[in-house]
């Protein structure tokens, strides 16, 4: 169901969002467990979309998650993505 959501609803709010690169779901179901990733250009990208764009996306989850999600951000060091995405990883 959080992939579905996700795809269908999740996506295009991120896309909405300035500087919006790319984001990565891990899933451990054993656990009931998800990391999401998401990628921006800047650090700034990234703080506005926790303002604006990340309560959205907290109202579209609200039936697959339990709690409030911790929220962390990091610089991202190195990636091998195709076409590399510079910035900030939150």
Excluded: C, M
């Excluded at 250009?41 to 926790?50: F, G, I, L």
């Amino acid at each position: 169901e959080l992939i579905r959501i996700s795809n269908s609803e999740v996506i295009a709010i991120l896309r909405g969002q300035k500087g919006f690169r790319d984001k990565t779901i891990f899933i451990a179901t054993e656990r009931a467990e998800a990391v999401t990733n998401s990628f921006w250009d800047t650090a700034e990208d990234a703080e506005a979309y926790s303002r604006t764009g990340y309560p959205q996306v907290l109202t579209a989850l609200a039936s697959v998650i339990e709690g409030t999600p911790t929220v962390k951000t990091f610089d991202l060091a190195s990636a091998t993505f195709h076409g590399g995405v510079a910035g900030t990883l939150s």
